[in-house]
């Protein structure tokens, strides 16, 4: 997944902010959790901002343990 988001951005996409819609998600594992750190990684060194919306519940719990908490979480977005 990481793979095709970071090849939308490189090929198709002007974009300065990427929105992760977690509503259909209830959890997520360690290696997801490290795949979102990758990923925020290299969106930053391009300039994008990587939001997450409608996380909730074990999911929300999970994030809060890593450092995605302080750079992806957004109060503002659902």
């Given amino acids: 997944m990481k793979n095709i988001i970071i090849g939308l951005v490189d090929n ?3 974009c300065k902010l990427f929105v992760l ?3 259909s998600s209830a959890f997520i594992d360690y290696s997801g959790i490290q795949m979102l750190e990758e990923l925020n ?4 060194l391009r300039g994008i901002k990587i939001k997450a919306a409608n996380m909730h519940g074990p999911l929300r719990d ?5 450092r995605l908490e302080q750079e992806i979480v957004d109060p503002t977005i659902c």
Avoid at 41 to 44: F, I, P, W
Avoid at 62 to 66: A, F, H, L, Q, Y
Wanted: hydrophobic share 20%; glycine share 0%; proline share 0%.
């Fill in 12 to 14: 198709k996409c002007e």
């Fill in 21 to 23: 819609d977690f509503e």
């Fill in 41 to 44: 990684d290299e969106l930053k």
């Fill in 62 to 66: 999970s994030i809060r343990k890593t």
